[in-house]
């Protein structure tokens, strides 16, 4: 059985945060939980938090075992981008892209 769960609108490149998944795709969730924890990258951190969230959907919303669940995909979107304007030399302005990201953690139980 899948159970899934959603981040929308991180205020992260989806470039940025595709970075870790590799390393997580595949294991358990707790030794991904593991990983995560220690990363030095802010899209660390989101993923975390949205991998914890699926595996307590797992635990309290279908009743599966923890110590079995498995991180099956990771998925990323890309979310609506911010246009914004910076001031620059002369008069002119830049526009800057505030980029933003769709995550979706599916975490499995494997028998």
Do not use: C, W
């Not at 294991?27 to 991904?32: D, I």
């Not at 995909?73 to 914004?84: A, E, L, Q």
């Not at 620059?88 to 990201?101: E, F, H, L, N």
């Amino acid at each position: 059985m899948e159970v899934k769960a959603t981040t929308r609108y991180a205020r992260i490149s989806p470039f940025k945060l595709r970075l870790p998944i590799s390393e997580v795709k595949g294991k358990n969730a707790e030794q991904a939980l593991a990983l995560l924890k220690f990363m030095p990258l802010k899209a660390a951190g989101i993923i975390h938090k949205a991998l914890q969230s699926a595996v307590a959907n797992a635990e309290h919303n279908n009743e599966l075992d923890v110590d079995k669940l498995i991180v099956k995909n990771i998925i990323v979107d890309h979310g609506p981008s911010m246009k914004r304007f910076r001031p620059r030399a002369r008069g002119r302005a830049t526009r800057i892209i505030k980029r933003t990201s769709h995550l979706t953690v599916i975490v499995e139980q494997v028998d």
